[in-house]
């Protein structure tokens, strides 16, 4: 579970997201129905999330300006950009969604999963390509709002170029490291236990973590040593983030998780339990592995048996040895932040163990 | 042929895209190798163009600052916002050719159709969804791409959150009207003129021409009034160019325009031809039209049947009515601009001229 301290900011974000959404819808019903339609879907959709990064705005913010706090204009501003963040996440899964064929998403049918019902009802012969099209255009539209969004923000003149440019570079290497694991996944390609924590970085842990808790510090000014701090926790949590997911994926009950055990392999995700099981496994197994790997007809028992292997003492040693270097980055970074707010540390430490204990 | 004027515009622009994606290519190559060749990929494909609405950004900033003219920093902001202009432009078309299964653009494969052909030679089965996926990604690698350079522009403070909820806000719009042009296209459904006119007005008109007019003026720093002006000089002739590009698409010469003569037809596409050929035939000839429009087996016979009914004089009638309105609305908005700057009016009638006269 998030740390408590987020339930009041995610009771700020909420109505935000609502507010903002609202009002697109009218503004959108200029173009056509299909606008506040798009507009009343990318707001469901974000409301179904757990506004994680959008609370991590508020959290950075607060680190990096405990006086400020009491502030109210300068937290309106805060709760906008948390709100933004939820919007550029909603586009990146509609995205998402399109390129993994994945049909539901956060319990419901995905964005293009549901235009695609809707083609199909109004008699398209070709439903699943507009569904496709229409899911493009969903994201694109999400992006868009989520840039309207911080241009009205309120963010200090002098700031927002810094968070626009934080925003849009850290979203391109989000974009770049989608196309590699898209070009990974299902493919026989082979890539390192390094290559595949660079992809996380960036694909992740940067844009999850670092980047709303950057976007918190540049709202509050904060000075480049505080800000290059939350930066690296941001990068050693997200990347416990994703690996936490990759276990839950393998190990995880189906119930909490929401996704069928073993889809990652069926699919060929690469993996860092991938990567880990390829380069502990003694040649004769590998080759087994790698006819698991990426075959969507892999079996219960080819499933059981990757779980085995990847339960080993060898692949478990190699895994926890990054994850053990990770926490003690993430810990040394909260132990440095400068004395004083006491909450907020506590809820930094609070992200820490989500990260690693996490069941859905 | 686009006025002389904007040669030397085009001429600052094309270093400045060069300059911007070198940069970004140096900057994505920390994340894998795939983002410095998306990055030259949207570099090449944005190269290509006539680069049209980077251009308008130049002019609208000329008319409203005649005196700033001189003042050279704020003009190399105007040119990094007319490469921002292009690559927003390439994101949308790198999508568009996903959902219109367009294999060709500027003369060269579409961006999803390259990565279609990377992934089959990389020997992947699916290759077809691999590219649609790499064309997704890279389409939003684009946006991102541009926003970043909005905020790097050098846009002064004040100015900059003006003219990035502009851009965010008719994007948006762009999108929707976007879903609208896909859910008509294909299918039975019928549009009036009215409606096909208002799509344009914001997939189009609004986008191609308001837009890049209203930055330059934003950066100018220029009155309600003048804007004003400025945006619905864009809105005429948006709408302009627009239904030039439907008569090109049925009367057009193919080695010209590119693009097979009565696609449109055989698409389905709801143009401003199809709604009025409909609203102005007599009921014995609207069964046979509307089992030719959307058909993507009509033959060259049913194709000159569409020519010629839509070349009948009630047909142009109609047409004409609402281009001659166009013309007219424009011509008053050029009238109107204050006095002085006569290069910058000449340049607008050249695009006036432009948008009705223009063979591809």
Same mark, same amino acid.
């Given at each position: 579970?998030?740390?408590?301290?987020?339930?009041?900011?995610?009771?700020?974000?909420?109505?935000?997201?609502?507010?903002?959404?609202?009002?697109?819808?009218?503004?959108?019903?200029?173009?056509?129905?299909?606008?506040?339609?798009?507009?009343?879907?990318?707001?469901?959709?974000?409301?179904?999330?757990?506004?994680?990064?959008?609370?991590?705005?508020?959290?950075?913010?607060?680190?990096?300006?405990?006086?400020?706090?009491?502030?109210?204009?300068?937290?309106?501003?805060?709760?906008?950009?948390?709100?933004?963040?939820?919007?550029?996440? &909603?586009?990146?899964?509609?995205?998402?969604?399109?390129?993994?064929?994945?049909?539901?998403?956060?319990?419901?049918?995905?964005?293009?999963?549901?235009?695609?019902?809707?083609?199909?009802?109004?008699?398209?012969?070709?439903?699943?390509?507009?569904?496709?099209?229409?899911?493009?255009?969903?994201?694109?539209?999400?992006?868009?709002?989520?840039?309207?969004?911080?241009?009205?923000?309120?963010?200090?003149?002098?700031?927002?170029?810094?968070?626009?440019?934080?925003?849009?570079?850290?979203?391109?290497?989000?974009?770049?490291?989608?196309?590699?694991?898209?070009?990974?996944?299902?493919?026989?390609?082979?890539?390192?236990?390094?290559?595949?924590?660079?992809?996380?970085?960036?694909?992740?842990?940067?844009? &999850?973590?670092?980047?709303?808790?950057? @976007?918190? @510090?540049?709202?509050?000014?904060?000075?480049?040593?505080?800000?290059?701090?939350?930066?690296?926790?941001?990068?050693?949590?997200?990347?416990?983030?994703?690996?936490?997911?990759?276990?839950?994926?393998?190990?995880?009950?189906?119930?909490?998780?929401?996704?069928?055990?073993?889809?990652?392999?069926?699919?060929?995700?690469?993996?860092?339990?991938?990567?880990?099981?390829?380069?502990?496994?003694?040649?004769?197994?590998?080759?087994?592995?790698?006819?698991?790997?990426?075959?969507?007809?892999?079996?219960?028992?080819?499933?059981?048996?990757?779980?085995?292997?990847?339960?080993?003492?060898?692949?478990?040693?190699?895994?926890?040895?990054?994850?053990?270097?990770?926490?003690?980055? @993430?810990?040394?970074?909260?132990?440095?932040?400068?004395?004083?707010?006491?909450?907020?540390?506590?809820?930094?430490?609070?992200?820490?163990?989500?990260?690693?204990?996490?069941?859905?």
């Amino acid at each position: 579970m998030l740390p408590a301290y987020f339930d009041p900011i995610r009771g700020r974000i909420v109505p935000e997201l609502q507010r903002f959404l609202e009002a697109k819808k009218k503004d959108l019903s200029r173009v056509n129905p299909m606008g506040p339609d798009a507009a009343q879907r990318l707001l469901d959709f974000s409301l179904r999330g757990k506004m994680m990064r959008g609370c991590l705005v508020h959290l950075g913010w607060s680190i990096c300006s405990p006086v400020a706090r009491a502030r109210l204009e300068r937290e309106s501003a805060v709760t906008a950009v948390g709100a933004a963040m939820e919007l550029f996440q &909603s586009g990146l899964l509609v995205h998402d969604d399109i390129m993994d064929k994945d049909p539901v998403r956060r319990g419901r049918p995905s964005v293009f999963q549901q235009y695609r019902e809707v083609a199909g009802r109004e008699g398209r012969a070709d439903s699943p390509h507009v569904g496709h099209a229409l899911g493009i255009c969903a994201g694109d539209v999400a992006y868009f709002m989520a840039f309207e969004l911080l241009a009205r923000a309120g963010i200090p003149p002098g700031e927002l170029s810094n968070l626009l440019e934080l925003c849009a570079r850290e979203l391109s290497a989000v974009g770049v490291a989608q196309m590699q694991d898209v070009m990974w996944g299902g493919g026989s390609s082979s890539a390192s236990e390094e290559d595949i924590l660079r992809m996380y970085t960036y694909k992740t842990g940067r844009y &999850s973590f670092s980047l709303p808790l950057l @976007a918190g @510090a540049i709202i509050a000014g904060a000075a480049a040593d505080l800000k290059a701090r939350l930066e690296g926790f941001g990068e050693s949590v997200g990347l416990l983030f994703q690996i936490r997911d990759d276990e839950l994926g393998l190990f995880g009950a189906e119930a909490e998780t929401g996704k069928p055990v073993g889809s990652d392999v069926r699919e060929g995700k690469k993996t860092i339990i991938f990567a880990s099981l390829m380069a502990a496994a003694p040649p004769a197994e590998r080759g087994r592995l790698g006819g698991i790997f990426g075959n969507p007809r892999a079996s219960a028992v080819d499933i059981e048996y990757v779980r085995s292997a990847a339960a080993s003492p060898d692949v478990r040693r190699r895994i926890d040895a990054v994850t053990e270097g990770l926490v003690r980055k @993430a810990r040394a970074a909260i132990d440095g932040l400068p004395s004083g707010a006491e909450q907020d540390r506590a809820a930094m430490a609070g992200i820490l163990d989500f990260t690693t204990t996490r069941r859905h």
